[in-house]
């Protein structure tokens, strides 16, 4: 079914990301809108052999459409999405943090829980991208095997803050090359040839915001409140590509290989796992796939039922914009 689409953010990295999988993977648009900023409205994008104009996203601006597909930062789409949802009978799904944790709104990873999703939706929540390579692991350990607990650490690159965040690092890396410069130009700390273990504000606890998102959206995807999952999450010079060292206590004993096989043929997932020859999943491997990469995958020395593995997937693609459209593909095909 053909579909009048919008998308909210368009000009960001995620917004040109959707745009672009729209075109490369052939969704059924009949009528594309493009909305971003004021300061961005009027320039033009391309899409299919058209240049689009985009228009400055106002509620009174915006198409009554099929399909929405939202990128906007969180406080704009709290202000914003409500009053659009309310003028327009389409369906938004929005990859901001703002309505993730409502009961009444789907958080969904189409190849794990894409069956919670009905033709009444209005609106779609995106999880968070760390989260949504995390899960597309987890969830078949925890059918074949049962989950108690998740340890995390992520390694997740500078995109993951928007094209600012990439043009510094670049910056800071020329800078540091060339004159021994350390200064930070977005992050409270340089990034450049550095790690930060912050992302996001911090909770009472010691936890950053960041840590408590993987953790409550793992569980509401999963539908699983007991698993114990705690993250420590940390930005990396890296320009694209999020990792993640993953401690997994299963409920039922299970050998490396049984792990790795059940995960090699699991929907959207590529175990590499050759350490010996150099192949294991890295930030430069998820440039040319949509896959979540998974390998290093060993039996914990001490305890019977861990499993220690290492996650890599594309935060831009399928930790955002191909989960969307991926959303937006499972809705149209159930109309």
Request: include cysteine; charged fraction near 30%; hydrophobic fraction near 35%.
């Amino acid at each position: 079914m053909s579909c009048k689409t919008a998308v909210f953010g368009a000009t960001g990295l995620v917004g040109r990301e959707i745009v672009n999988l729209l075109e490369e993977r052939e969704f059924p648009v009949s009528d594309l809108y493009l909305y971003a900023s004021e300061s961005s409205a009027g320039e033009k994008m391309s899409f299919s052999g058209e240049d689009i104009t985009i228009k400055a996203l106002k509620p009174e601006n915006v198409e009554n459409c099929d399909i929405y597909l939202s990128s906007m930062p969180g406080e704009v789409s709290q202000q914003i999405i409500p009053e659009i949802k309310e003028k327009n009978s389409g369906v938004i799904i929005d990859n901001s943090s703002s309505f993730r944790m409502d009961r009444d709104v789907p958080l969904v990873v189409p190849e794990v829980n894409g069956e919670v999703l009905d033709e009444n939706e209005d609106l779609i929540a995106n999880p968070n991208c760390s989260t949504i390579q995390l899960v597309m692991v987890l969830k078949p350990l925890l059918d074949e095997f049962g989950l108690k607990r998740v340890l995390v650490s992520t390694y997740q690159s500078a995109s993951g803050s928007g094209a600012e965040a990439v043009s510094a690092l670049k910056k800071e890396s020329r800078a540091r090359l060339q004159n021994g410069d350390f200064k930070a130009e977005y992050y409270d700390n340089p990034i450049a040839f550095n790690l930060l273990p912050a992302i996001d504000y911090f909770h009472e606890d010691g936890f950053s915001n960041e840590e408590i998102k993987m953790r409550r959206e793992s569980r509401k995807i999963l539908e699983k409140e007991e698993i114990e999952i705690n993250c420590t999450c940390v930005r990396v010079p890296v320009e694209y590509g999020h990792a993640e060292s993953v401690y997994l206590e299963l409920e039922e004993k299970a050998r490396a290989e049984m792990v790795s096989d059940l995960l090699d043929q699991a929907l959207g997932v590529k175990v590499l796992d050759e350490p010996e020859a150099g192949v294991y999943p890295q930030p430069l491997d998820t440039e040319n796939t949509d896959d979540v990469l998974v390998g290093r995958i060993r039996n914990d020395r001490d305890r019977s039922r861990g499993i220690h593995l290492y996650i890599a997937a594309n935060n831009i693609r399928k930790g955002a914009a191909l989960n969307a459209v991926q959303i937006a593909e499972k809705i149209n095909s159930g109309k």
